[in-house]
């Protein structure tokens, strides 16, 4: 019941900026995880930043990244800032409608958008 649109990503060059977006229907946050992950060519998709009890940002990405969401327009997004070559992957919004905590965990969630591509050149 839960589909999740997200929006095209891009490419930059590295140290510019970007924002992601997830729209999300027939789901009402209500505090359960949402977040971003992403998967580089031959590696395991990864947590980039989660929300839910609590926001949580992979190391990688202290400082550059901002989660956030907006309840009224069922969308979630990812502003990222000063982004380098290595950011460069698939893109994924992920919601739960079972877990506030430990968003962090790929298990947490339920319903997965179908990725977009952010690349970024050096």
């Known amino acids: 019941q839960v589909q999740l649109v997200e929006s095209e990503g891009g490419s930059v060059q590295a140290g510019g900026s970007l924002r992601l977006s997830c729209q999300a229907s027939?789901?009402?946050?209500?505090?359960?995880?949402m977040g971003w992950f992403r998967q580089a060519p031959g590696k395991e998709r990864e947590g980039v930043a989660t929300i839910g009890e609590y926001t949580w940002y992979a190391d990688y990405v202290l400082g550059r990244a901002a989660i956030s969401r907006d309840s009224a327009k069922h969308t979630l997004y990812l502003q990222m800032n000063s982004l380098k070559p290595e950011d460069t992957a698939l893109y994924y919004c992920a919601v739960s409608t079972t877990q506030r905590l430990y968003c962090s965990e790929k298990s947490a969630y339920n319903y997965w958008g179908q990725g977009t591509q952010v690349t970024v050149s050096s």
């Open positions: 027939g789901y009402t946050h209500n505090r359960y995880c």
